[in-house]
C-alpha cells in the first residue's frame, strides 16, 4: 500500500448525525460501498470504491453538535513534531496528538484564519487506497479570508514550494512537494458570502460530472456553483443534505489553457 509524503492529504472524513442517510447520499452520489461499522471506534465505518477505501464516515459522539463538515487529513511522519509546528506557525491544535490503536496518530488542527484540518501519521492504516480515480479523492483547496497568513502557515508546518497563478482577477496558490501540487489556496473575496467561514474543500473525481450534480440534488443536496468547465477537469461545488461541502470533478473532461504560474520564494 502506497506510504504517503509528509504534506500530501492521505485520507478524509465527516461526522453525520444521520448517518444512514449520508451513507445513502454518498452511495447515490459517488458509487461508495461501506464496510461494517467499528463499534470499538464510535461506528466508524469506512467507504470503499470499487473496493478499494477512499474515506469514511461517522455518527457524532453523544452530546456533539458540531455541523456536518469533511475533514482533510495530511500525512506527517512524526504528528508530534507537525502540532509543534502548527503552534510555531500561529495554528491552533484542536485535538491531540492521539493515537488511535494500532491504526496511526491523529491531530485536529487549524490554521490562523479557522481552516480545521488533521495530520495523520500512519501505522495500520496508510490512508486512501486510491485517488484521481472515480469515487476516490482527487484534490482540495484552502478558501480562506486571510491568504497571507495561511500561506505563511501551509508553508510552514509542510515542506512546500509554492507557486502563484497569474491572473490580476484571482488569488490562487499552489503548493506541491517533488511529487508535484497537492494543495490550492483560494483568497476569499467579496463575492464569497460573509456567512462563509474560511475552509477547506474536498474534491471527489467522477466519470460524469453533470451526472453526479444531477444525483446529488435529487438526493437533497444542493448546487452552489457549477457544473464548470476548466483547463482541470468539468466541476461543481456541492452541500451534502446535512450541510457538509464537497465538490466532484471529471478530470477526463477539459478546457482552456493551463493558467501561467510563477514561483514564489
Known amino acids: 500500500m502506497t506510504t504517503f509524503a509528509t504534506g500530501t ?16 447520499f454518498y452511495g447515490d452520489v459517488l458509487g461508495w460501498t461501506f464496510g461494517e461499522s467499528s463499534t470499538e471506534f464510535g461506528n466508524y465505518t469506512q467507504a470503499y470504491a470499487d473496493g478499494k477505501a477512499v474515506a469514511a464516515v461517522v455518527p457524532p459522539m453523544p452530546g456533539a453538535e458540531e455541523r456536518s463538515a469533511w475533514c482533510l487529513y495530511f500525512a506527517s511522519d ?9 503552534r510555531a506557525a500561529g495554528g491552533e491544535v484542536v485535538m491531540g496528538p492521539m493515537r488511535v490503536s494500532e491504526f496511526g496518530t491523529m491531530v485536529i488542527a487549524r490554521d490562523p484564519s479557522g481552516v480545521a484540518f488533521g495530520v495523520w501519521e500512519a501505522g495500520q492504516h496508510k490512508g486512501f487506497e486510491k ?3 472515480p469515487g476516490a479523492y482527487c484534490w482540495a483547496e484552502v478558501y480562506t479570508r486571510q491568504p497571507r497568513q495561511s500561506d505563511a502557515f501551509f ?7 509554492a507557486q ?3 491572473d490580476e ?3 490562487f496558490r499552489v503548493f506541491g512537494l517533488a511529487d508535484g501540487p497537492v494543495l490550492g489556496r483560494m483568497a476569499m473575496g467579496e463575492d464569497f458570502p460573509a456567512e462563509v467561514p474560511s475552509h477547506l ?10 451526472a453526479a450534480v444531477a444525483r446529488a440534488t435529487a438526493g437533497g443536496g444542493q448546487a452552489h456553483f457549477g457544473p464548470m468547465d476548466t483547463p482541470y477537469g468539468r466541476f461543481a461545488s456541492l452541500v451534502d443534505p446535512q450541510g457538509a461541502g464537497f465538490a466532484v470533478i471529471d478530470v477526463t473532461r477539459t478546457a482552456g489553457e493551463t493558467p501561467k504560474m510563477t514561483d514564489v520564494t
Open 201 to 210: 474543500q474536498v474534491y471527489f473525481a467522477v466519470d460524469d460530472c453533470d
Open 78 to 86: 512524526d504528528a508530534a513534531a507537525t502540532a509543534e509546528a502548527i
Open 155 to 161: 508553508a510552514a508546518v509542510f515542506p512546500y514550494r
Open 169 to 171: 482577477q484571482m488569488d
Open 9 to 24: 492529504p492521505c485520507w478524509a472524513d465527516a461526522m453525520f448525525t444521520d448517518f444512514e442517510g449520508a451513507k445513502t
Open 131 to 133: 485517488v484521481a480515480e
Open 164 to 166: 502563484q497563478v497569474d
